[in-house]
């Protein structure tokens, strides 16, 4: 469906938002595109593929939590060697790491008693959630009770992290190319919603389209 201002929406019964969006940067990827999620939620991060050139295939991200505006302001850009240097685990092994350490924010209770510091450690010897519980025997007495006795918890966790990028979705990539917008009921929504800082930017972003 198209929403009032002419921008398009994408939704899927049954999947979260963040599986829409993995299906639709893996569909870009794969036609070709050079695809930047803008977002500040780091669960992307498992998404992100090669690095920041400008190879057409590459899934680019760029966080927003740290500044605002349309212009990059305060934002960062994310590619393999990035995601590396903010987790210390590439973006292959994301899915484990929440697995491990949880993420509060998306109540993913991961191994109690693991925090990031030690999954990072797990997952750089042992590679994978599966490959940590196949070496069990080499672990320490109280990590290895931690693991066994809360194995069900982390696997669901690893479930409850993994971006779904197969969404059956209604509409495609031609259908979806961004031609401006309806202004004044963009503004009407924003000034609603009490969202005014998007409505001193929103005419700098129309130009930009």
Do not use: W
């Amino acid at each position: 469906m198209l929403f009032r201002s002419n921008l398009p929406i994408v939704t899927s019964p049954g999947y979260e938002a963040d599986d829409v969006l993995g299906t639709l940067a893996t569909q870009g990827k794969a036609a070709g595109y050079r695809v930047k999620i803008l977002t500040g939620d780091r669960d992307l991060f498992q998404l992100v593929s090669k690095d920041l050139s400008g190879n057409s295939i590459s899934i680019l991200y760029m966080s927003t939590m740290y500044g605002r505006g349309f212009k990059g302001g305060g934002t960062e850009e994310y590619g393999r060697e990035q995601v590396i240097a903010k987790l210390g685990i590439p973006p292959e092994q994301v899915v484990d790491y929440k697995a491990l350490c949880g993420d509060t924010s998306d109540n993913i209770p991961g191994v109690r008693g693991i925090g990031p510091k030690t999954a990072v450690q797990l997952l750089t010897e042992y590679g994978s959630l599966d490959g940590l519980y196949q070496a069990l025997g080499d672990l320490k007495p109280a990590l290895r009770s931690k693991l066994e006795s809360q194995r069900e918890e982390a696997y669901l966790s690893q479930h409850l992290s993994k971006i779904v990028v197969n969404v059956p979705l209604s509409r495609s990539l031609s259908e979806l190319q961004l031609q401006g917008f309806a202004s004044g009921v963009a503004m009407e929504a924003f000034e609603r919603l009490e969202l005014r800082e998007f409505n001193r930017n929103l005419e700098a972003l129309q130009l930009t389209l």
